[in-house]
Each structure stands twice: as structure tokens, then as C-alpha cells.
């Protein structure tokens, strides 16, 4: 069992930035691949970013790219989320999750993938 701690949400205006932070248990940190997902009141939880198991590769939202960065520390079993030129529509649940089982340095986009999440960190972005 992976135990995964969000912190680092709040409230921001618009075009402000926020750095997410999540600190797993697990000591053997580097071999997960670890994700960020956002659910927004009424939406499904949507993908955000991802960042494999090296941290050599990322992958990201349409709606996030060039505003936000995934980044980990495999010495500090952390993985991070730099949220710069916030919007309204950021506003959401932010989760982090790990993934054990996805082969290789892959950056897996679906939720299905994951198998141990967060408890979630509240960000909202006022106009």
C-alpha cells in the first residue's frame, strides 16, 4: 500500500501560480510512474500531467501545456506540480497518483492506470 499526501492548494487570482507538492510513502519511490489529475464540482476527473519513473519523460494536458510542469525527486519519494498563469477554469480538486504496473518509462494519461491516489488538494483561482 502506497500512501500519497497533497499539499500546497489554495486560493489564487488569476494568472497567479501554485506549486503542488505530493509525498508518497513508498521507498522504493522511483519505480512508480506518478500522474496529477484534477476534478472540477459536476466534471469527471480529467488527466493533467505525467512524469515516468526516471523523470526523463512528461506528458500533459492540452489545456496545461506551457502553464504547467510535473517535476519529481526520487531522493525526497516527492513529485511536484508547478501551476504558473492559473485560470478560473483550474479551479478543481487537484489528486496525485502512482502507477506500479505500466511497463517501461511511459507517462500513462488514463486513471485506469493508476493504482494508488491521493486524497486531493482544493485550487481555486478567482477572476
Known amino acids: 500500500q502506497v500512501l500519497l499526501v497533497e499539499s500546497g492548494g489554495g486560493l489564487v487570482q488569476a494568472g497567479g501560480s501554485l506549486r503542488l507538492s505530493c509525498a508518497a510513502s513508498?521507498?522504493?519511490?522511483?519505480?512508480?510512474?506518478m500522474g496529477w489529475f484534477r476534478q472540477a464540482p459536476g466534471k469527471e476527473r480529467e488527466f493533467v500531467a505525467a512524469?515516468?519513473?526516471?523523470?526523463?519523460?512528461?506528458a500533459y494536458a492540452d489545456s496545461v501545456k506551457g502553464r504547467f510542469s510535473i517535476s519529481r525527486d526520487n531522493a525526497k519519494n516527492t513529485v511536484y506540480l508547478q501551476m504558473n498563469s492559473l485560470k478560473p477554469e483550474d479551479t478543481a480538486v487537484y489528486y496525485c497518483?502512482?502507477?506500479?504496473?505500466?511497463?517501461?518509462?511511459?507517462?500513462?494519461?488514463?486513471?485506469?492506470?493508476?493504482?494508488?491516489w491521493g486524497q486531493g488538494t482544493q485550487v481555486t483561482v478567482s477572476s
Open positions: 512524469i515516468s519513473r526516471s523523470g526523463s519523460r512528461t
Open positions: 497518483a502512482a502507477d506500479r504496473r505500466t511497463y517501461g518509462d511511459a507517462t500513462p494519461s488514463g486513471a485506469i492506470a493508476y493504482d494508488y
Open positions: 513508498e521507498v522504493t519511490f522511483s519505480l512508480y510512474a
